[in-house]
């Protein structure tokens, strides 16, 4: 039957508010135990790693902010599902990324251990769930500064009713074991794992091919998985870990896993698709963690892959997997929809990994049982209910949550598709140019992945996508991630970030994996802190404002890189901004080749990077003609979004190089900063150098406040006949463009 689930949005999140709150595990963590506050400016639902990210960029930016986690841990599918075996084949490690990533390191590197443990790859970055947890708890602590900055996070906690001022969202209520309690809010960020805010927001939203409010409950979407992290145990599994009894439906499943995993299986080879069965030390490699309960420490590489210790089950457990649901490869998008049938399909999730520790204990004869220095639940996950007493402790054991791979999307003014990322990917490579996105705030890169519904039918024609585009539009280098996708077309005060993004399905594949799950995360924190502070709505903040904070935050946002501008030089930020908006062309663009995003190996890549073709010339040092000048002030004033200035004339000598006096003037003309009563948002900060008589001094004394010209702060006297370079140009657009005044 087509059309909406017959179960109110009320009576689904009232039955997800139980299911997660009986999952409760153990968190090491700071949550508070009842909401201490009535309004918040972020309300971030879901603390998954996603909107952990939203949560703690939009705290250091200044907003009050309150997580709502329906389970008792945070950090999602990274932690929470157990899939700490991070995705992230651009290897372009920036912004909140990097610095869990480094926290990271910073804890298994005393311990002599390594983090490069899985993909069969030592250059891999994977670390034990509940590690992850502690460290993403350390970064909320920073952040909240002592109690200068407000990040609260509420546990077992569920959002069940959205309100509306009209197209505009203004509260929720939030319930917990302590009742209901009513939060208003300036802007609600969507990252929970199946999209659960969008119908309560009754916002337009994609579940697999169909969209509200006309949802097809039999269109399809891709398999979720419930992991396991399992632990060797040399002294022999402990009895209360040990399984004597399969459970109903294991012969199904051991033929399922007989054709992954056997005891005389194939060693893995080291190249791609892999031959099956392998064995078990392979089994083992694909998602090997370091094991901090271990004195001994090992890496992915292949002489050690017999002493991995500790890894996660994420491979051949895909629920329904190989046999298909109704004769169909996927799962019914009734999944998101109808909670009976989430839950039934939950529990058989379960079910289904649960054989497995049968399989590897039983059939493959190994000591191998759930880790138990990882999860424990004291109150039993609603999935187990029903299950023979034996299995009670492997479940209190197992991740609070599933691993799900596709949620309910966005429907907003824009919609990346899978060819718009190949397109986008393409940017300097194979003779083509620049191909970024103005709006980018994250880079990715990844396949195009689906695990299941990935036929003709499941796909979404009105993007052009069938099932050859999973191929045919595979990104060929990183791609970025538009502001766009963060907004929903209807609804104000409310952004979309982990899997609810605006993108067609097959984009979703590539976008759904922890690492720019968690830069856009970041993203949607920062526009939603920065939009309060410049008191609009989402949609209409000059996207380079949230640019600008996420460079600030040490994210990387655009694709091409500069030998005369490393990451450590002072305009480093500024020739992004640059290459974003097309404000200057480059002396020479990078001339990199495509290749195979999944190889780490390519060795067309290696040759590019070995004879520089990955690096263009900026020419950051060289002056800056007049031509030039206007062309930036241009751009720069379209993309600010103000309305006031006007763009200099080109005069009668384009080609003249231009000095500091000229461009000031310039900037001034191009925003406004000379017109009676307007003072951008940048505030008052002082003069700090002399100014002589010249034509040009008040403009000089109108920038200088406003933190413009910082870049010469260091110099005693203003320089008015010195020449502009083409990154101190850059450096003072990028600076005007954020703080001109809005409409």
């Known amino acids: 039957?087509?059309?909406?689930?017959?179960?109110?949005?009320?009576?689904?999140?009232?039955?997800?508010?139980?299911?997660?709150?009986?999952?409760?595990?153990?968190?090491?963590?700071?949550?508070?135990?009842?909401?201490?506050?009535?309004?918040?400016?972020?309300?971030?639902?879901?603390?998954?790693?996603?909107?952990?990210?939203?949560?703690?960029?939009?705290?250091?930016?200044?907003?009050?902010?309150?997580?709502?986690?329906?389970?008792?841990?945070?950090?999602?599918?990274?932690?929470?599902?157990?899939?700490?075996?991070?995705?992230?084949?651009?290897?372009?490690?920036?912004?909140?990324?990097?610095?869990?990533?480094?926290?990271?390191?910073?804890?298994?590197?005393?311990?002599?251990?390594?983090?490069?443990?899985?993909?069969?790859?030592?250059?891999?970055?994977?670390?034990?769930?509940?590690?992850?947890?502690?460290?993403?708890?350390?970064?909320?602590?920073?952040?909240?500064?002592?109690?200068?900055?407000?990040?609260?996070?509420?546990?077992?906690?569920?959002?069940t009713e959205?309100?509306?001022?009209?197209?505009?969202?203004?509260?929720?209520?939030?319930?917990?074991a302590g009742g209901a309690h009513k939060i208003t809010c300036r802007v609600l960020i969507d990252a929970?794992?199946?999209?659960?805010?969008?119908?309560?927001?009754?916002?337009?939203?994609?579940?697999?091919?169909?969209?509200?409010?006309?949802?097809?409950?039999?269109?399809?979407?891709?398999?979720?998985?419930?992991?396991?992290v399992i632990q060797k145990y040399p002294g022999g599994i402990p009895g209360h870990l040990r399984m004597t009894t399969p459970l109903p439906g294991y012969e199904l499943a051991r033929r399922n896993y007989e054709s992954y995993v056997t005891r005389d299986g194939m060693d893995f080879k080291g190249t791609y698709p892999v031959t099956l069965p392998v064995n078990f030390v392979s089994h083992n490699a694909y998602r090997g963690l370091p094991d901090s309960s271990s004195h001994w420490g090992y890496d992915a590489n292949r002489e050690n892959?017999?002493?991995?210790?500790?890894?996660?089950?994420?491979?051949?457990?895909?629920?329904?997997?190989?046999?298909g649901w109704n004769g169909k490869r996927g799962l019914p998008a009734a999944y998101l929809e109808n909670p009976d049938l989430r839950r039934r399909v939950e529990r058989d999730a379960l079910i289904k990994t649960l054989h497995f520790i049968y399989?590897?204990?039983?059939?493959?004869?190994?000591?191998?049982?759930?880790?138990?220095?990882?999860?424990?639940?004291?109150?039993?996950?609603?999935?187990?209910?029903?299950?023979?007493?034996?299995?009670?402790?492997?479940?209190?054991?197992?991740?609070p949550i599933p691993y799900v791979r596709e949620s309910r999307r966005i429907v907003g003014d824009f919609t990346l598709t899978s060819a718009e990322l190949l397109k986008n990917s393409l940017s300097y490579r194979d003779g083509q140019t620049n191909q970024e996105f103005p709006d980018a705030i994250a880079i990715g890169g990844y396949i195009l992945d689906l695990h299941g519904a990935d036929t003709?039918?499941?796909?979404?024609?009105?993007?052009?996508?069938?099932?050859?585009?999973?191929?045919?539009?595979?990104?060929?280098?990183?791609?970025?991630?538009?502001?766009?996708?963060?907004?929903?077309?209807?609804?104000?005060?409310?952004?979309?970030?982990?899997?609810?993004?605006?993108?067609?399905?097959?984009?979703?594949?590539?976008?759904?994996?922890?690492?720019?799950?968690?830069?856009?995360?970041?993203?949607?924190?920062?526009?939603?802190?920065?939009?309060?502070?410049?008191?609009?709505?989402?949609?209409a903040l000059p996207a380079v404002r949230v640019q600008r904070a996420l460079l600030e935050a040490g994210v990387v946002l655009s694709l091409c890189k500069y030998s005369d501008v490393p990451p450590a030089h002072p305009y480093h930020n500024a020739t992004q901004i640059a290459n974003l908006y097309r404000l200057v062309v480059p002396v020479e663009p990078p001339h990199a080749p495509s290749y195979n995003i999944s190889d780490l190996d390519d060795a067309v890549l290696a040759m590019a990077i070995i004879k520089g073709h990955d690096k263009g010339v900026f020419g950051v040092d060289e002056m800056l003609t007049w031509r030039e000048t206007v062309a930036m002030m241009e751009k720069a004033r379209s993309a600010s979004g103000t309305a006031l200035g006007n763009i200099p004339p080109l005069g009668d000598k384009p080609d003249a190089f231009v000095n500091r006096g000229q461009f000031a003037?310039?900037?001034?003309?191009?925003?406004g900063f000379l017109q009676p009563g307007v003072f951008a948002n940048g505030g008052e900060k002082g003069q700090f150098f002399s100014l002589p008589e010249h034509p040009n001094t008040p403009a000089v004394a109108a920038l200088a406040p406003l933190g413009i010209l910082d870049l010469y702060k260091s110099e005693r006297e203003f320089r008015f006949g010195r020449p502009v370079t083409r990154g101190e140009a850059a450096e003072m657009v990028m600076r005007a463009m954020t703080i001109a005044k809005l409409p």
């Open 305 to 323: 892959w017999p002493h991995i210790s500790k890894c996660g089950v994420n491979w051949g457990n895909d629920y329904p997997g190989k046999y």
């Open 665 to 671: 003037k310039a900037l001034c003309d191009a925003f």
């Open 359 to 399: 399989y590897m204990q039983n059939e493959l004869g190994e000591n191998w049982s759930v880790a138990d220095d990882e999860y424990h639940h004291p109150v039993l996950p609603q999935a187990a209910e029903g299950l023979p007493d034996e299995w009670l402790e492997i479940v209190r054991r197992m991740p």
């Open 1 to 159: 039957m087509r059309g909406i689930s017959r179960f109110s949005a009320g009576t689904f999140l009232m039955f997800v508010l139980f299911a997660h709150f009986m999952a409760g595990g153990i968190a090491e963590g700071k949550g508070i135990p009842s909401v201490r506050k009535q309004s918040y400016d972020v309300v971030v639902a879901g603390g998954g790693i996603g909107g952990i990210a939203a949560a703690i960029q939009a705290a250091r930016l200044g907003a009050s902010v309150l997580v709502v986690e329906p389970s008792a841990w945070i950090g999602g599918q990274a932690t929470a599902a157990g899939v700490s075996t991070m995705d992230d084949l651009s290897r372009l490690r920036s912004g909140l990324y990097l610095e869990f990533i480094t926290k990271l390191r910073g804890y298994y590197e005393p311990l002599g251990k390594s983090m490069g443990t899985c993909y069969w790859d030592a250059r891999s970055v994977a670390f034990e769930p509940y590690i992850g947890q502690r460290m993403l708890y350390e970064m909320i602590d920073e952040t909240r500064k002592g109690g200068q900055n407000t990040l609260d996070i509420l546990l077992s906690s569920t959002v």
């Open 456 to 539: 003709d039918s499941d796909m979404e024609w009105i993007f052009d996508e069938k099932a050859a585009a999973v191929q045919h539009n595979r990104p060929r280098g990183p791609f970025q991630v538009p502001l766009r996708a963060l907004v929903p077309q209807d609804t104000d005060g409310l952004l979309a970030a982990e899997k609810n993004l605006s993108m067609s399905r097959l984009a979703a594949g590539a976008l759904r994996l922890q690492p720019i799950s968690m830069m856009t995360g970041q993203a949607a924190g920062a526009l939603a802190a920065l939009s309060i502070r410049d008191g609009v709505q989402p949609r």
């Open 162 to 176: 959205v309100r509306r001022e009209k197209r505009t969202v203004r509260g929720l209520t939030v319930h917990n």
């Open 192 to 228: 929970t794992e199946y999209g659960d805010i969008l119908p309560l927001a009754k916002t337009a939203y994609r579940a697999g091919n169909s969209i509200s409010p006309f949802v097809d409950p039999e269109a399809m979407i891709q398999d979720i998985t419930w992991v396991a």
